[in-house]
């Protein structure tokens, strides 16, 4: 983890009150060298151009500037970058959302992100948007996805405070690099996101499944002790001591 980025989380912490910076926070992890001072010019600039518009237009005018998904690059990680997705006008749901947050809260427009399962989501008002697609969606629709995917309803229309968003984007960051087998990378990703929870099990579990990849079975049986202390049930916590037992059996054996 490195030291100026903690201190730009950490202070970023101290008052979550912003979506564009929880994203620029993001940004820098991502690449130190993000262009966060353009990107916050960026978003004004927008908001100026798109001075006239409604709420609920706010994303048809973001796609008449040439806002669109990602489409086959959506998994590049780089996509989490506020930065990078202003400059190519192209993102995944999290950070074209920012996006729209940005402009409509430049605009004067109370705006919040939603937490939906894999798909962030907009609320301007009582307009719900897929920043996606750039365009308005409803309750209805997300709902019969979720039913669609046996997916629960719980939380689905959570909203997404700025430290979430930070969160939710760090995890699709970690998510890529842990796939594509950078597992020191993933760690490091999950240092800060850490700092944003510092009790999630799960991030611990994650760290735990990176060590083992790395060969390092006494950071497993570690990071799994910590996992089973913060487990949310006792269920959970069986389950975690019987895997620790076994990560232990083999840090035994690894010893010997």
């Known amino acids: 983890m490195k030291p100026q980025l903690a201190d730009a989380l950490g202070r970023f912490l101290e008052a979550p009150n912003d979506p564009v910076e929880a994203a620029l926070v993001v940004a820098r992890i991502i690449n130190p060298q993000a262009e ?66 940005g402009v409509a809260r ?12 894999r798909h962030f989501l907009v609320r301007t008002g009582d307009v719900l948007l897929d920043p996606y ?9 997300c709902r019969e996805w979720l039913k669609e995917n046996d997916i629960s309803e719980d939380g689905a229309f959570d909203v997404a405070a700025p430290r979430d968003i930070a969160q939710r984007m760090l995890n699709n960051v970690r998510s890529t690099v842990h796939e594509r087998g950078d ?13 944003i929870t510092p009790n999630s099990y799960a991030l611990h579990l994650e760290r735990a499944d990176a060590w083992l990849a790395l060969e390092a079975p006494e950071m497993v049986a570690t990071e799994l002790e910590k996992a089973m202390r913060n487990a949310p049930t006792e269920n959970i916590a069986d389950r975690l001591r019987q895997r620790l037992e076994r990560a232990r059996r083999l840090r035994k054996s690894a010893v010997h």
């Open 133 to 141: 697609k750039m365009a308005p969606t409803s309750v209805e629709t």
């Open 106 to 117: 430049h605009l004067g427009f109370p705006a919040t992100g939603i937490n939906f399962p």
């Open 36 to 101: 966060v001072g353009w990107a916050r010019q960026e978003i004004r600039r927008l908001a100026t151009v798109l001075g006239a518009a409604k709420a609920a237009n706010i994303p048809a005018e973001l796609a008449r500037q040439g806002f669109a998904g990602a489409g086959k690059l959506y998994h590049e990680v780089d996509n989490n970058r506020l930065d990078h997705v202003l400059r190519t006008r192209r993102g995944i749901p999290i950070s074209l959302g920012v996006v729209c947050l």
């Open 183 to 195: 597992f020191a990378r993933s760690l490091e990703i999950t240092d800060y996101q850490l700092m």
